[in-house]
């Protein structure tokens, strides 16, 4: 599924850290990975982010090329991805220059936006903990849609590979589905109806790909999705979350499917967005 990884990293602790989860996934798919960073005239710094990362690669037993690039971060990148054929594009959720709390880097977000191959973020956290890429559970969420099972593949074989439990989850949204003046108004039989469809929606992603192997645990669950997805990530100690967007949402392209993007900016855990333009 992956045989070609590219890191972006830009000299930050987070980026760090999504190298060391791009490597490591690197080493289990036996991938082929070029690092890369946008150096902007710095070429200096630059090369010594480069140089970071091989040596963090050498520790793995991942061998990778690098590449210093020049113009727009996201641009470059997404060109790069396309020009090499990458299958997963990694990056940290925050760069170097720093945002507010539950804000993505302006350069991940346009990443994700433009990039032709699915992208893994992962979220600041101590890039010395000793976990890295070690994903115990993986949850993918559905809301039933085409676009949502794009995402049921990468989770399979993420969970099969790492010897993960698969979680599928739907969220019943009450009050969207309602509509916010008729949501106090509803009856107990329209919302085991709405559950129904979440528990056929999840019933549908699963058998869509093959789980015979696998430890599946299915889930319906109320609330606003994202914060019940980061909800269910806390309680069932979820180590990664894969999810689809439909990578533009009507505000004139600006921001990510809107249930992926509030996730992005509410869980913290790495999360893969396999992008359907």
């Known amino acids: 599924m992956f045989d070609t990884i590219l890191i972006a990293v830009d000299g930050s602790d987070c980026a760090h850290r999504a190298a ?4 490591e996934l690197a080493a289990r ?7 890369v960073t946008v150096y902007g005239g710095e070429t200096e710094r630059g090369n010594a982010t480069l140089d ?3 040596d963090l690669a050498a520790d793995v037993g991942v061998t990778v090329e690098t590449d210093l690039l020049s113009g727009k971060p996201a641009g470059a990148i997404a060109e790069y991805a396309a020009e ?3 299958d997963l ?3 940290g959720r925050r760069g170097r220059s720093g945002v507010r709390a539950r804000l993505l880097g302006s350069v991940t977000e346009r990443v994700l936006r433009r990039s032709p191959a699915p992208v ?11 976990t890295g890429a070690a994903y115990g559970d993986v949850l993918v969420t559905t809301d039933g849609s085409e676009v949502a ?4 593949p990468y989770g399979a074989d993420l969970a099969r590979r790492f010897g993960a439990a698969f979680h599928a989850l739907n969220v019943v949204d009450v009050q969207a589905e309602a509509g916010v003046f008729d949501a106090g108004g509803v009856d107990s039989e329209y919302i085991e109806r709405l559950e129904t469809r979440g528990h056929q929606a999840v019933d549908e992603l699963v058998a869509a790909v093959d789980v015979s192997d ?5 889930s319906v669950v109320r609330g606003r999705p994202h914060e019940a997805i980061d909800e269910y990530v806390r309680e069932d100690d979820v180590d990664l979350v894969v999810m689809s967007s439909e990578g533009q949402s009507n505000l004139a392209g600006q921001q990510l499917g809107t249930v992926a993007g509030r996730v992005l900016r509410t869980v913290d855990r790495p999360v893969l967005v396999v992008t359907a333009n």
């Not at 696998?214 to 299915?218: A, Y």
């Open 29 to 35: 798919y036996d991938a082929a990975v070029d690092v």
């Open 214 to 218: 696998l430890d599946v645990r299915r």
């Open 89 to 91: 594009v990694v990056v």
């Open 20 to 23: 060391k989860h791009g490597l």
């Open 149 to 152: 099972a794009e995402a049921a």
């Open 84 to 86: 090499r054929g990458a």
């Open 120 to 130: 893994l973020t992962v979220p600041p956290g101590d890039v010395d903990d000793g």
């Open 52 to 54: 970071e990362v091989t």
